[in-house]
């Protein structure tokens, strides 16, 4: 059972667009909600990460927005550059600190 | 070198063959994780190490044997292996498992069973 579902799979956006992600969880255990980025032939890179108690995290072009009733929460990228074009992973990490992870969004962003 | 290092970066091996992935983080960090990647699917933890004793072994095959020597090496056995066991390995370190959330990844070793 995937614990995190992420959408989209994919996503094609325009330089200087904005890219959004969403994941959707059940747990209300999650305590930690950490944004992955990915390059090809990368691991993965901790981009961004939000507790619960806070709505929203901003890091330069990057913000988390968390929903804690509704059980969402979303990366924003503002501005997309192609050098931000990438897979990204949500995850969310439950009381025992292990990560569960959505399967991935693949950014593009055209010039 | 800085970071966590995975070597070797691919490897092709038959279902018969013996072989074994490394993993050396150089951040001094405690804990270490094995993960697998396949496409278009959640990373899958398969192992966890804390300060070099196993913590975590997520229901993964016997055909995978993790070994952590000490806390910035860890490796990942192979024997016997599937076709349907192709895919990255990953391993990534945190300063202890209670940091789970802010791992450090390797680059991963790309693993093709023939």
């Known amino acids: 059972q995937q614990q995190v579902k992420q959408s989209p799979q994919s996503l094609i956006v325009q330089k200087g667009g904005i890219s959004i992600i969403n994941c959707a969880y059940e747990?209300?255990?999650?305590?930690?909600f950490p944004w992955y980025q990915q390059f090809p032939g990368k691991g993965p890179a901790l981009l961004i990460a939000?507790?619960?108690?806070?709505s929203e995290k901003k890091e330069g072009r990057f913000t988390i927005s968390f929903n804690k009733s509704a059980k969402q929460f979303s990366l924003h990228i503002m501005d997309s550059q192609p050098g931000d074009s990438a897979t990204y992973f949500c995850?969310?990490?439950?009381?025992?600190?292990?990560?569960?992870f959505g399967a991935g969004t693949t950014v593009t962003v055209r010039a | 070198e800085t970071g966590v290092t995975q070597t070797p970066r691919h490897l092709v091996m038959g279902m018969t063959n013996k072989k074994s992935l490394k993993c050396e983080q150089h951040l001094g960090h405690n804990a270490m994780y094995w993960y697998k990647q396949s496409a278009k699917k959640p990373l899958e933890l398969m192992f966890v190490?804390?300060?070099?004793?196993?913590?975590e072994n997520n229901s993964v095959p016997s055909r995978f044997s993790p070994e952590c020597p000490n806390s910035s090496h860890l490796f990942l056995h192979l024997h016997t292996l599937q076709p349907e066991d192709s895919a990255l390995y990953l391993c990534?370190?945190?300063?202890?498992?209670?940091?789970?959330?802010?791992?450090?990844f390797g680059n991963g070793t790309r693993l093709t069973v023939t």
């Open positions: 747990n209300t255990a999650f305590d930690y």
């Open positions: 190490y804390n300060f070099k004793e196993q913590t």
């Open positions: 990534a370190s945190s300063q202890d498992v209670f940091s789970g959330g802010a791992l450090h």
């Open positions: 939000i507790r619960p108690d806070v």
């Open positions: 995850a969310a990490r439950s009381q025992d600190y292990k990560l569960s």
